[in-house]
T-cell receptor, first 115, second 116 residues
Framework: AQSVTQLGSHVSVSEGALVLLRCNYS??????LFWYVQYPNQGLQLLLK??????LVKGINGFEAEFKKSETSFHLTKPSAHMSDAAEYFC?????????????FGKGTKLSVKP | DADVTQTPRNRITKTGKRIMLECSQT?????MYWYRQDPGLGLRLIYY???????NKGEISDGYSVSRQAQAKFSLSLESAIPNQTALYFC???????????????FGEGSRLTVL
């Protein structure tokens, strides 16, 4: 069965610093991978997704993630953090390819950005 | 107006009461889902429906039931609420065709339920 592990439930960075949020996946089939963001008191919205095209995926708000099969990783990065990036971030994997795929979510990483 | 609307947004109830959380969508998507979010546990799937006649249990369906009244409406019921059902509940949708390829979900803003 597919699963994702997010390393670090809380990450704190200074404004302008690099953001790195870690996600490792387990999948018996080539996965589809996602990063979602949840701002306070809001639902989740899609940041970016990997669907077996380019391994470096660019998303909204300057975020990107790189699919590394050899490391079973899909880490999320942003070169320079903004205060508005403070939110909770969820990595997710599609549990099977094809029409039955449901998303399996990680436990989330809360990002704090210090002035 | 939001594409995926959940009501109520906040509810406080007592142990043993019946509660219904409602979800409606204007995206025209076939698939609808109910997730539960607890701090430190991420999102866990309760039930999902691929069309009006299709209902499936998710990871944590015990204590919950659902009804897909129409393509656009999917409600979640707690027949007899208990305190450990206190959580943030999310409805989500996906499109059959794009969903079968990417699995992308579109979320409502959540319903916060407190069971005393």
């Amino acid at each position: 069965a597919q699963s994702v592990t997010q390393l670090g439930s809380h990450v704190s960075v200074s404004e302008g610093a690099l953001v790195l949020l870690r996600c490792n996946y387990s999948s018996s089939v080539p996965p589809y991978l996602f990063w979602y963001v949840q701002y306070p008191n809001q639902g989740l919205q899609l940041l970016l997704k990997y669907t077996s095209a380019a391994t470096l995926v660019k998303g909204i708000n300057g975020f990107e993630a790189e699919f590394k099969k050899s490391e079973t990783s899909f880490h999320l990065t942003k070169p320079s953090a903004h205060m508005s990036d403070a939110a909770e971030y969820f990595c997710a994997v599609s549990d099977t390819r094809g029409s039955q795929g449901n998303l399996i979510f990680g436990k989330g990483t809360k990002l704090s950005v210090k002035p | 107006d939001a594409d995926v609307t959940q009501t109520p947004r906040n509810r406080i109830t007592k142990t043993g009461k019946r509660i219904m959380l409602e979800c409606s969508q204007t995206k025209g998507h076939d698939r609808m889902y109910w997730y539960r979010q607890d701090p430190g546990l991420g999102l866990r799937l309760i039930y999902y429906s691929f069309d009006v006649k299709d209902i499936n249990k998710g990871e944590i369906s015990d204590g919950y039931s659902v009804s897909r009244q129409a393509q656009a409406k999917f409600s979640l019921s707690l027949e007899s609420a208990i305190p450990n059902q206190t959580a943030l509940y999310f409805c989500a949708t996906s499109d059959l065709h794009s969903g079968s390829i990417t699995g992308e979900l579109f979320f409502g803003e959540g319903s916060r339920l407190t069971v005393l």
